[in-house]
T-cell receptor, first 114, second 111 residues
Framework: DTGVSQNPRHKITKRGQNVTFRCDPI?????LYWYRQTLGQGPEFLTY????????KSRLLSDRFSAERPKGSFSTLEIQRTEQGDSAMYLC????????????FGQGTRLTVV | KQEVTQIPAALSVPEGENLVLNCSFT??????LQWFRQDPGKGLTSLLL?????REQTSGRLNASLDKSSGRSTLYIAASQPGDSATYLC??????????FGKGTMLLVSP
């Protein structure tokens, strides 16, 4: 297993377009997290899944954002009608179910909205 | 809501120095705390995980301590090297939420 994988690594899109990112977690990990990071800031929590259930969503996740994890394996994050303010690094992480376990992050998807 | 503060925001040192990076958090009801490293434009690499019942954790030249009751953690880097240059992030894992991050400490180690 090569760790958490995110695709694409980079995405440039025009304002108003829809984009979708994919995250493949470490295979036995039950939990999957999405974070967003802008320049000079720490990652901000967006949402997380336990298996296929979406258990928590941040208020940052507006109605233009939707995340799925249909079979409890990979996850997708879709942004509809992108805005310039959506430009950021989108990070995915995964961990086991137990509390005292490490979270492992992917390399992120860099989104630029022009 | 968990708030995380990291001091200093930036640090520039010559190679070979021993360093201390500080992290404070407002909610002491945590399961654990992780320290991460982030290189420019990259994802996060986990360095150390300290469980709430532990006081210290060591990995090579890195040593992290945790004082949960006072809401503080420190990351000690011994004999710093240019390859240690990166942003270091701490993230407590609160009992009623998920990993929460500060803005990090940007470290530059010059040869």
């Amino acid at each position: 297993d090569t760790g958490v994988s995110q695709n694409p690594r980079h995405k440039i899109t025009k304002r108003g377009q829809n984009v979708t990112f994919r995250c493949d977690p470490i295979s036995e990990h039950n939990r999957l997290y999405w974070y967003r990071q802008t320049l000079g800031q720490g990652p901000e929590f967006l949402t997380y899944f336990q298996n296929e259930a979406q258990l928590e969503k941040s208020r940052l996740l507006s109605d233009r954002f939707s995340a799925e994890r249909p079979k409890g394996s990979f996850s997708t994050l879709e942004i509809q009608r992108t805005e310039q303010g959506d430009s950021a690094m989108y990070l995915c992480a995964s961990s086991l179910l137990t509390e005292n376990t490490e979270a492992f992050f992917g390399q992120g998807t860099r989104l630029t909205v022009v | 809501k968990q708030e995380v503060t990291q001091i200093p925001a930036a640090l520039s040192v010559p190679e070979g120095e021993n360093l201390v990076l500080n992290c404070s958090f407002t909610d002491s009801a945590i399961y654990n705390l992780q320290w991460f490293r982030q290189d420019p434009g990259k994802g996060l690499t986990s360095l150390l995980l300290i469980q709430s019942s532990q006081r210290e954790q060591t990995s090579g030249r890195l040593n992290a301590s945790l004082d949960k009751s006072s809401g503080r953690s420190t990351l000690y880097i011994a004999a710093s090297q240019p390859g240690d240059s990166a942003t270091y992030l701490c993230a407590p894992f609160p009992r009623y939420s998920t990993l929460t991050f500060g803005k990090g400490t940007m470290l530059l180690v010059s040869p």
